[in-house]
């Protein structure tokens, strides 16, 4: 396998990473006691508030960017791009979504739009890194 390949591995745990952010606050206390409910988990996520709402939201976007990555390395491999580049688009973009995470848990808006950017980028650059 590509390091692109295990990238897309990396890429599909990054949500779940940002869900243990938003949910470690509420571990080791009672439903009673405001800890998490992992009987409505939904719910649950949508009182918090603060650095866990942002990492709830992170998890969200962190979903939202992984068709248009996933599509991309898969399509840089078919049409037998430059493995190194592939590779470099791969690494940027877990790069720029690490990042981005980070950015959007310390409440950062700004530079979390510009590393946005950067991580669609990559993922835009992928498709067409062939030529």
């Excluded at 952010?21 to 719910?43: I, Q, V, W």
């Excluded at 979504?97 to 993922?123: E, N, Q, T």
Aim: proline share 4%; with cysteine; glycine share 6%.
């Amino acid at each position: 396998m590509t390091i692109a390949y295990y990238s897309i591995i990396v890429a599909c745990l990054l949500p779940i990473v940002c869900a243990g952010l938003a949910k470690s606050r509420g571990f080791g206390r009672s439903r009673r006691e405001g800890g998490y409910d992992n009987h409505d988990p939904r719910a649950w996520l949508a009182q918090q508030s603060g650095w866990q709402a942002r990492a709830n939201a992170a998890q969200a976007n962190s979903f939202e960017a992984l068709p248009l990555f996933i599509a991309g390395v898969l399509v840089a491999h078919q049409l037998k791009a430059p493995q190194a580049t592939v590779d470099a688009l791969a690494l940027g973009f877990l790069a720029a979504r690490a990042v981005y995470i980070w950015l959007y848990v310390a409440d950062k808006p700004s530079l979390r739009s510009l590393v946005w950017f950067i991580a669609l980028g990559c993922s835009v650059a992928l498709f067409f890194s062939a030529r």
